[in-house]
């Protein structure tokens, strides 16, 4: 445990071998009230060919409990074609009471796509273009606990490559 900015405590630990895992303890910050936050870091570059078929990101995943309602925060970058694009996903183990997300894929600046689902597991942000970066924003109810983790696909199935790179993160932060 090592002493983070603004005095908080921060714990890291092994998420499989391929990431980083890091848990504020409870209380509030000056944004305002919440119970926890967890971080996960990609450490390793996810790459998919001719497949439109989610898989998760490595790294991406993260731990969460039952009856606990999170906001969701993700940021993916990466490349696609525009013959392959991309589209992304909270999938997982735990399953949802409600979610709801908001996934915006990006080349530099321009928006290629932006969609809301209220499923989880459901894909957003789907555009066959080109993208530099997707931004996933949200709130969930946990109704089993298990694990959240980020997912990719191509949008189109093609030879060229759609990935995910090193760097690219997941937060969520517990609200209840």
Do not use: W
């Not at 790459?47 to 990101?57: G, M, P, V």
């Not at 109704?143 to 490559?161: E, M, P």
């Amino acid at each position: 445990m090592s002493q983070g900015s603004g005095g908080f405590n921060v714990q890291t630990q092994a998420i499989s071998g391929s990431g980083f895992e890091a848990t504020l303890p409870g209380g509030s910050n000056s944004t305002g009230n919440y119970i926890s936050n967890t971080a996960a870091l990609s450490t390793a570059v996810v790459s998919r060919t001719s497949s439109t078929t989610l898989t998760n990101i490595t790294g991406l995943s993260v731990n969460v409990i039952a009856g606990a309602t999170y906001i969701i925060q993700a940021r993916i970058v990466g490349t696609s074609t525009t013959n392959s694009g991309a589209k992304f996903a909270i999938g997982g183990t735990a399953t949802a009471t409600s979610i709801s997300y908001t996934g915006t894929n990006y080349n530099g600046t321009t928006t290629n796509a932006a969609t809301t689902t209220t499923t989880l597991g459901n894909a957003v942000g789907a555009s066959t273009a080109v993208y530099t970066h997707t931004l996933i924003f949200g709130a969930i109810v946990v109704n089993a606990g298990g694990t959240l983790t980020v997912q990719i696909a191509q949008n189109a199935s093609h030879a060229d490559a759609t990935t995910a790179a090193i760097n690219s993160t997941f937060d969520l932060i517990r609200v209840s």
